[in-house]
C-alpha cells in the first residue's frame, strides 16, 4: 500500500497536506535539548571532565523520534506542553546513557558518524559518564510533583523504573545469546528480546508516559502502548533491514555493518532456518569468528603475518596465540573476511530473507496503523494526532 | 587515646560492657540481604543471566556497615525499623553497583577475596549488571510512600538521587587524575575526593535517609551529616593505611596493593610533598609505569621475552610493541616491578608518610567523636546509640 493513500478501514479522510514531520521533529529537539542542558547543568572543574560528556551523544545529529513521540502522545490527549516536557527529556537522557553503556558491551567503534563514547575517552571515563546520566535522570522526574501532582508524578517514576529493568534484562538476553553463541532462535525470541532491549525505551514507555502526564484513561494506556510495541518492532526490524542494504554499496570501503558483528536479526534468522545443513554448518562456523577491527583480532592477525614472514617462530607463534586467546577471553580464531561477509549476505538473498524481513515488518506496521486508527477515531484532530499519523506512515515506506 | 577510656568532654559514662559490634553488624546485615533478595526477587530465563549476578557482591563476605548506620541512626532517633529498613537495602544495593562499575574503570581483580564480576564474566556483562542494580532500586524508594509518607519518601529520593551525582563527580575526578597523570594534589584535593567518590554513598547518604526515615530535625541532619562526613574521611585513609602496611608482609606472594595502582593517597602525596627533586622525578617516572598484570602489560612482558630469546626478530618486536601501545590507548612502558614498589614504600616510610597519615586519619576521628557527643548528648541512650559510639571507637583503633 502507497503511504499517502488512504488507509482502508480509516474514517477520516486523508490529509489535504503533506504533514512536514522533520518539522514538528526538529522543533520538539529544540525544546528537549533546552530541557537536556538545563538538567546537566554546569559544575565548575566538573564539566569538561563529566557533564560535558554528558552532552555529547544527545548533541549528536538525530532524529529524536523518542521524545518527540512522549510530546505527541500528551498533546493529542489535551495535555500541556509543561507536564510533559521534563519527563520527555528525562526519556531522551536515558537513551542516551544506554546507548553510551551499549556501545562499550557491543565494542562498537562509531555512533551517529562520530567515534563512540569509549572509544574516545576509554571504557572507564565511558562507564562512568553513563552513570552519571541515568543519576541525574531522577531529579526531574520529582520536580514533576507541584506541575501534574503527586499520583502522575509516582506513575511516571515506577513507568520509568519498570523501562528500566525490561532494558537491562534485553540487553541481558543479548549478551547471553553472542557469549553461549546461540543461534536457534525463532521469531518469538527475537520479538522478546527487540521489545525488551529498545522498544520499552524507545517507544512504549515515551507513549505511557505522555499518556500519564495527560491523565489519560488506562484503556487509553494501553491500547497506545500495544500500537508503541508493534511500532517498536517494525521499527527494528526496518533499522536492521537498511543495515544490511547499506553493505550491499559498500564494496570495500568501510567495515560496518551487523553481519560482521554477528547481530541476531529476522532476516539472519530465517535464512539460517532455511538454508541447508551445510550452508547452516559454515555460517556458523563463520558468525563464531572475530571482526576484524575487534580487540585482539588485529593484534592476532599481526601475529600471524609475522610468523609468515619469518620474524616470529613456531614456538613463539603459539605461545602469543595462546596469550592473545586468554587477553580477550575467547579462543584464538582468525577474524571474518570481507569475501566471507558477502557470501553470507548472498546467502541472505537466495533465501528470500530480506524479502522476508520485509514482509514482517510490514506486518507489525499495519498492526500499529490499526491500533493508532481506532485512537484517532475518537480524539480530536490537531497538529499531534497528524504528527502520530505520519510517523506511522513513516514506518511503512522506510524500509521498501 | 584508648578507644574505651572515657572521652573528654562526653557527659555519659562508659558503657559497663564492651558492646558487640560484630553482633550488631551481623543482625542487620541478615535483615539487608533479606530485603535485597526480595528486591531482586526472581524471574525465570532472566536469573542465571542477570538476577543471580546482582546477588553476587552483596552476598560476598562483608562487614555490612553502611545499612547498618542507615538503620542505627534512624532507630537511635526513635524510628521504626519498617521505615527505614528498605532504604537501607537500596544504599546496600547502590554501593555494590558502583563497585561492580568501579571494579571496571580501576581494572581491579579482586574484589572481597573472589575475582571481580567482570573478570568472571567479562565487560559487556558486568557493565549490565550494574545497571540493573540501579535501575532495581527505585521501586522500593517509592514504595516508601505508605509507609513513611510522602514528604519523607519523596525526601529520600532526594537524597539518593543527590548522593549519585556526587559519587560520579568523584569517580570523574579520580579518572582525571589518573589521566593526566596528576600528582600535584594537596590534602584538600584529597579530602574533595574521598568525601564525593566513597563519603556520600558509604556514610552521609545512609546517616542522612536515617535521619528523614525517623523524621529528625534539620539540626540533627545536618550534625549527624558532618559527623558522617569526618568518618568516612578516617575511615578510607584506614582503609589506605591497612593497604600499604599488607603490602609489607607480601614478600613477593602476590600482586595488589595501591602503590601498584598508583592510588592518590594522603600518604603518598605526603611523599612526593616532602622528598628530594631527585626522588620525586624518579617516582613519578614509577607511578606513570602500569601494573606487571594489567591488560597489555602481560603480554608485553611476554612479546619481550620472546624477542630475548631469539624467538622474534628486531623489527618483528618493534611491531608488536607500537600495536600493543595502540591497542591500550598508551605508550610502551615497561611494567613496575616487585623491587621498585618496595623502594616506594620505602620512600613513604622515611618521610614519615604512615605516621602523617596516621595522624591525618586521628585527627578526623576525633572530629567525628566531637559531633557524635553533641548527638549523643541529647539522644536517650539505646542499643543503637551505643551502636554509634562503637562505630566510632572502632574508627579510632582501626589502623594503629
Redesign the interface.
Known amino acids: 500500500m502507497h503511504p499517502d493513500a488512504p488507509r482502508a478501514g480509516s474514517p477520516r479522510a486523508p490529509a489535504p497536506v503533506r504533514f512536514d514531520l522533520d518539522r514538528y521533529l526538529s522543533s520538539a529537539r529544540r525544546a528537549v535539548l533546552d530541557e537536556i542542558r538545563a538538567i546537566v547543568g554546569s559544575?565548575g572543574?566538573?564539566d569538561p571532565?563529566?557533564y560535558q560528556l554528558m552532552l555529547d551523544y544527545p548533541l549528536r545529529e538525530a532524529k529524536g523520534l523518542r521524545p518527540a513521540l512522549c510530546m505527541a502522545t500528551c498533546r493529542a490527549l489535551g495535555g500541556r506542553l509543561e507536564a510533559v516536557l521534563p519527563s520527555a527529556a528525562v526519556l531522551e537522557l536515558y537513551h542516551n546513557a544506554f546507548l553510551v553503556?551499549d556501545d562499550?558491551?557491543?565494542?562498537s567503534l562509531v555512533r551517529r558518524g562520530a567515534p563512540t563514547l569509549h572509544e574516545q575517552h576509554?571504557?572507564?571515563?565511558a562507564?562512568?559518564?553513563?552513570?552519571?546520566m541515568?543519576?541525574?535522570a531522577?531529579?526531574p522526574l520529582?520536580d514533576n510533583?507541584p506541575e501534574i501532582g503527586?499520583g502522575p508524578a509516582?506513575r511516571i517514576?515506577?513507568a520509568?523504573?519498570h523501562m528500566?529493568?525490561e532494558?537491562?534484562?534485553g540487553?541481558?538476553?543479548e549478551?547471553?545469546w553472542v557469549?553461549q553463541g546461540a543461534w536457534d532462535l525463532g521469531e518469538e525470541d527475537y520479538v522478546e528480546l527487540v521489545v525488551k532491549k529498545t522498544g520499552w525505551y524507545s517507544f512504549i514507555t515515551p507513549v505511557r508516559v505522555g499518556c500519564i502526564a495527560a491523565g489519560a484513561d488506562e484503556a487509553t494506556l494501553e491500547g497506545l502502548s500495544d500500537f508503541a510495541r508493534a511500532v517498536s518492532i517494525a521499527f527494528q526490524i526496518q533499522d536492521d533491514l537498511l543495515n544490511l542494504e547499506g553493505e550491499l554499496d559498500a564494496y570495500g570501503k568501510e567495515i560496518g555493518g551487523d553481519l560482521w558483528e554477528g547481530k541476531r536479526t529476522v532476516m539472519l534468522l530465517h535464512a539460517l532456518r532455511t538454508c541447508s545443513d551445510d550452508e547452516r554448518a559454515w555460517a556458523l562456523d563463520l558468525l563464531a569468528r572475530p571482526r576484524p577491527d575487534a580487540?585482539g583480532a588485529?593484534?592476532g592477525t599481526?601475529?600471524d603475518e609475522?610468523h609468515a614472514r619469518?620474524?616470529?617462530?613456531a614456538?613463539?607463534h603459539a605461545?602469543?596465540q595462546e596469550?592473545?586467546a586468554r587477553?580477550t577471553?575467547g579462543v584464538a580464531l582468525a577474524p571474518k573476511t570481507e569475501p566471507e561477509v558477502r557470501a553470507l549476505l548472498a546467502l541472505l538473498e537466495r533465501q528470500g530473507s530480506l524479502a522476508h524481513g520485509r514482509e514482517v515488518a510490514e506486518r507489525w506496521a499495519a498492526e500499529a496503523s490499526t491500533r493508532l486508527d481506532a485512537f484517532l477515531a475518537r480524539t480530536p484532530a490537531s497538529v499531534h494526532t497528524r504528527f502520530l499519523q505520519a510517523l506511522v506512515d513513516y514506518v511503512h515506506r522506510r524500509a521498501r
Chains 1, 2 share one sequence.
Open positions: 559544575k572543574r566538573y571532565i563529566l553503556h562499550i558491551e557491543d565494542a576509554g571504557v572507564p571515563i562507564v562512568n559518564v553513563g552513570d552519571g541515568l543519576s541525574l531522577l531529579q520529582l510533583v503527586l509516582l517514576l515506577q520509568v523504573a528500566c529493568r532494558t537491562v534484562e540487553q541481558a538476553l549478551l547471553d557469549r580487540e588485529r593484534l599481526l601475529v609475522l619469518g620474524s616470529l617462530d614456538a613463539g605461545a602469543l596469550a592473545l587477553a577471553g
